[in-house]
Nanobody, 120 residues
Framework: QVQLVESGGELVQAGDSLRLSCTASGRTFSMGWFRQAPGQEREFVSALIWSTGNTYYGEFMKDQFTISGDNAQKTIFLQMTNLKPDDTAVYYC????????????????WGQGTQVTVSS
């Protein structure tokens, strides 16, 4: 089991940018970001595979979000730009030892989440 710790969430205004971080306690095959708004399912944002550097994005996510990572630090980042009130959610970091994917059930390990609130 890998522990994941997110940081960087805060209250921002529409149009602002924000960068989230997630650090793992051990090695993973992949790490990624999901978000969950109140009353909604957990939604895939982006993921990164360490061995290849390949990145993946959920539908329409690539317009606003960019994932990157520092393998030596076991840390991924999510750069978010032009934030909108609809981006308000708890952002969760996921890790998986062998896979990962666009469904939350594909991921073994989760962080506690970091709240992002975008005011209009």
């Amino acid at each position: 089991q890998v522990q994941l710790v997110e940081s960087g969430g805060e209250l921002v205004q529409a149009g602002d940018s924000l960068r989230l971080s997630c650090t793992a306690s051990g090695r993973t095959f992949s790490m990624g970001w999901f978000r969950q708004a109140p009353g909604q399912e957990r939604e895939f944002v982006s993921a990164l595979i360490w061995s290849t550097g390949n990145t993946y994005y959920g539908e329409f996510m690539k317009d606003q979000f960019t994932i990157s990572g520092d393998n030596a630090q076991k840390t991924i980042f999510l750069q978010m730009t032009n934030l909108k009130p609809d981006d308000t959610a708890v952002y969760y970091c996921g890790g998986d030892p062998s896979g990962g994917g666009s469904r939350a059930v594909d991921w073994d390990d989760w962080g506690q989440g970091t709240q992002v609130t975008v005011s209009s």
